[in-house]
């Protein structure tokens, strides 16, 4: 079941998309790179968490669910997403 709000689907087909280019991006780095030192990796672990958040952000705001399994789902997102802020910070430190 789909939501009905024009602005929820926008949302998540958009999640979907950064989802495809989280993906995308994993798969590049892990094709230039022959010897994937450690940088390589946590940069590969930014985009797979980015990718995780952004497909529960698309089920989240795609589809119609009950009131405690939209609260229960909005967890691990978070927790994907902050993990990506952290691996990002450190990456980019």
């Known amino acids: 079941m789909f939501t009905d709000s024009p602005t929820e689907m926008t949302t998540a087909i958009t999640d979907v998309i950064l989802a495809a280019q989280s993906a995308a ?3 590049i780095i892990r094709r230039r790179t022959v010897a994937r ?4 990796q ?7 968490l980015l990718s995780i958040a952004s497909l529960i952000g698309a089920a989240a705001h795609g589809l119609e669910m009950a009131a405690s399994i939209e609260t229960a789902i909005w967890s691990p997102a978070y927790l994907a997403l902050g993990l990506t802020m952290a691996l990002f910070v450190i990456a980019a430190i």
């Open 42 to 48: 946590v940069w590969a672990w930014v985009f797979a």
């Open 25 to 27: 991006a994993i798969y």
């Open 37 to 40: 030192p450690m940088w390589t």
